[in-house]
């Protein structure tokens, strides 16, 4: 709990996981010696804050989830697993439906954002007890351009306004509740949770998140994650050295 409010974290894990080209889930591919899964959950099972985890996965794969990464790894605050959805908007919605009815903000996150950091998580949470809605991002390094049908630059937006958003999302719970209401009504599918919430008009506050809080989406982000789990201290090592070579 934090300031006596009851916190729930909702894992999207039942992605079809076209772009991987792995004949098994990406979610439960292993990265440095265990499932990209089971780094997530680790995360938010360490949060002091966090009281409930609810893993939303394929309805056949549910079993496999319960027992080779709940089980195996000793998760003790997942509630529970329940299915998927076509859509990750349709597999959150299933998981708000379950939540406990203490629930008061909820953490919506991607099963394949294994990189979290639990600073993050415990910052959102911080900011969604102020704020009711708090999405973590980074601002963009690159130049973007609004691309036309033809393949022609219509627009370069102000890079300094522009921000990638990750997940942890979190949201009070009844703000979250009624995003989804409406955009089941309205027929409205978003590309992410805090999108159906600023269609309500309720302001969502972005806070700094981490550039190594990458989605696994592709074969090239494995070789990326298995960078970041097992050269990490290397690489600090040489950026430290490098500076007081300076």
Not at 13 to 37: C, E, H, T, W, Y
Not at 207 to 220: D, L, Q, R
């Amino acid at each position: 709990m934090y300031r006596n409010q009851y916190i729930s974290a909702i894992i999207a894990a039942a992605g079809m996981s076209n772009r991987m080209g792995s004949n098994i889930n990406k979610q439960f591919i292993f990265v440095d010696n265990k499932p990209i899964l089971a780094h997530t959950i680790e995360k938010f099972e360490k949060c002091k804050y966090v009281d409930e985890i609810i893993v939303v996965a394929r309805e056949d794969e549910i079993e496999y989830c319960r027992e080779e990464i709940v089980r195996r790894y000793n998760f003790n605050k997942v509630t529970k697993i329940v299915r998927g959805g076509k859509e990750r908007q349709d597999s959150v919605y299933n998981g708000l439906l379950a939540l406990d009815e203490k629930c008061d903000i909820v953490l919506s996150h991607d099963g394949a954002r294994p990189f979290v950091k639990i600073e993050n998580i415990i910052d959102s949470i911080k900011a969604t007890f102020e704020h009711g809605a708090c999405v973590v991002g980074v601002p963009v390094k690159d130049t973007i351009k609004v691309v036309g049908n033809k393949g022609n630059v219509t627009n370069t937006p102000n890079r300094d306004l522009l921000w990638a958003a990750q997940t942890p999302q979190c949201f009070k719970k009844p703000i979250i509740m009624e995003g989804y209401k409406k955009a089941i009504e309205g027929g409205f599918m978003g590309t992410d949770d805090a999108g159906l919430v600023e269609r309500l008009g309720i302001e969502v506050k972005m806070i700094m998140g981490s550039y190594e809080n990458i989605k696994i989406t592709t074969p090239e982000d494995l070789i990326i994650a298995e960078s970041l789990l097992k050269d990490r201290s290397t690489i600090f090592n040489r950026i430290e050295f490098a500076f007081q070579g300076r």
